[in-house]
């Protein structure tokens, strides 16, 4: 059965620290990884990651995908209350359609 | 970014009442896509995809009779949750594959409908 993990489920820390979230997956077929940022509602997209070892960045925000290990990581830099959201990250599955898989979201509180 | 339309935002309606929940792709066409349904600090599950002209393909567990799900049309998919119960409650979100040659992981979502049942 394919499975996205992530963790922590949640965690709270203070303005200007760092975060670094995590994101483990079995598949049969991978063919990409996502990350989503989930404030009130709808997923916006963050982060598409196909290739090992290529880091992604936008801002504070950069993620890294390891498909050895079947891994990745989110980073956060110099976080802020806006960062405050769950933090998603889903699998992208072979085959005609995107299907994704998503993880169990970590919860992020960003406290002033 | 392309834009999802999902409508209504918010539904209450009494037990046993049928409600239908709509997901438009505004300004491009898809011929897939998701239907999830998320309950209070859960994830995304996916309950099924959804093909422009044909039938919906629904992940284990997901009761096809209970969940009617229509894509008549490039732009549009429907989820009719029949003979609601209380349980049925929960956060639906539908996202859309964008129609381009190659495939595109980047999904894009609505904005989801929260239906209470009473």
């Known amino acids: 059965e394919d499975k996205v993990v992530q963790s922590p489920l949640s965690l709270v820390v203070h303005e200007g620290d760092t975060v670094t979230l995590n994101c483990s997956y079995e598949?049969?077929?991978?063919?990409?990884l996502l990350w989503y940022k989930q404030e009130k509602k709808a997923p916006t997209f963050l982060f598409m990651l196909?290739?090992?070892?290529i880091e992604k960045k936008s801002g504070r925000l950069s993620s890294i995908l390891d498909k050895k290990e079947l891994f990745s990581i989110l980073n956060i830099t110099a976080t802020q209350t806006g960062d405050s959201a769950v933090y998603l990250c889903?699998?992208?599955?072979?085959?005609?359609?995107?299907?994704?898989?998503f993880g169990t979201g970590t919860l992020l509180a960003v406290q002033p | 970014g392309a834009v999802v339309s999902q409508h209504p935002s918010r539904v209450i309606c009494k037990s046993g009442t049928s409600v239908k929940i709509e997901c438009r792709s505004l300004?491009?066409?898809?011929?897939?896509m998701f239907w999830y349904r998320q309950f209070p600090k859960q994830s995304l599950m996916l309950m099924a995809t959804?093909?422009?002209?044909?039938?919906?393909?629904?992940e284990q567990g997901v009761e096809k009779d209970k969940f009617l799900i229509n894509h008549a049309s490039l732009t549009l998919s429907t989820l009719t949750v029949t003979s609601a119960h209380p349980e049925d409650s929960s956060f639906y979100i539908c996202?859309?594959?964008?129609?381009?040659?190659?495939?595109?992981?980047?999904?894009?979502f609505g904005s989801g409908t929260q239906l209470s049942v009473l």
């Open positions: 996202s859309a594959q964008q129609f381009i040659s190659a495939p595109n992981e980047k999904l894009f």
């Open positions: 598949v049969t077929n991978f063919r990409s």
């Open positions: 196909t290739s090992s070892g």
């Open positions: 889903a699998v992208g599955i072979g085959g005609a359609t995107n299907k994704l898989i």
């Open positions: 300004d491009f066409q898809a011929t897939t």
């Open positions: 959804s093909n422009e002209g044909s039938k919906a393909t629904y």
